[in-house]
């Protein structure tokens, strides 16, 4: 079944902890995207990635980091300057230009 | 002004009543327009596209006016399954992202 894998569903942080979410789609699309949604609050636009070994920072990117090594995988990494990352994270992927966006069914993160 | 700008709600309908949402956008030159549904706690599912003619799929009709700028979602028919959030998609600047509605919420009760 062709989709978009996002791991863990829940992942906990400790104080001054780095943690990486996995996003990884075998829809063989160019584009992937991170987002954050708090609580009753919309998507906001962490990084995004149009092509391999490329990305551009979102609205929020400030606390986080990516990397694009492979067409299929976009992990994000929430480091210890990011502090407060207790939010639900989107992965998502586009086939072009004018086409919508897949989600993952996304990654709860939480501070210990 | 936001990009996409959509009324929070709740919109709380009974079953079978007609409901309709708008939704604003200030980019003139966007192409792509969609409307999502998210569940709670849930990732965002594509509900449709919305294409310049209009189109309807099912229950659902999907309308884009230009000159005004915004885009509009009806539903025919509500289910209690309709209730959940919907969110107005639309390309940001560049085309490489798209750019979120807040979401308007709606309630089906029986």
């Known amino acids: 079944d062709g989709g978009i894998t996002q791991s863990p569903k829940y992942l906990f942080r400790k104080e001054g902890q780095n943690v990486t979410l996995s996003c990884e789609q075998n829809l063989n699309h160019d584009a992937m995207y991170w987002y954050r949604q708090d609580p009753g609050q919309g998507l906001r636009l962490i990084y995004y990635s149009q092509i391999v070994n490329d990305f551009q920072k979102g609205d929020i990117a400030e606390g986080y980091s990516v990397s694009r090594e492979k067409k299929e995988s976009f992990p994000l990494t929430v480091t210890s300057a990011q502090k407060n990352p207790t939010a639900f994270y989107l992965c998502?992927?586009?086939?072009?230009?004018?086409?919508?966006?897949?989600f993952g069914d996304g990654t709860r993160l939480s501070i210990l | 002004r936001k990009e996409v700008e959509q009324d929070p709600g709740p919109f709380n309908v009974p079953e079978g009543a007609t409901v309709a949402f708008n939704c604003t956008y200030s980019n003139s030159a966007s192409q792509s327009f969609f409307w999502y549904r998210q569940d709670c706690r849930k990732e965002p599912k594509l509900l449709m596209s919305?294409?310049?003619s209009g189109n309807e799929d099912g229950r659902f009709t999907a309308q884009l006016n230009r000159a005004s700028q915004y885009i509009s979602l009806l539903i025919r028919d509500s289910k209690l399954s309709d209730s959940a959030t919907y969110l107005c998609v639309v390309n940001g600047p560049g085309f490489q992202k798209l750019v979120f509605g807040t979401g308007t919420r709606l309630l089906v009760s029986p």
């Open positions: 998502a992927s586009r086939g072009g230009a004018e086409q919508p966006q897949h």
């Open positions: 919305v294409y310049s």
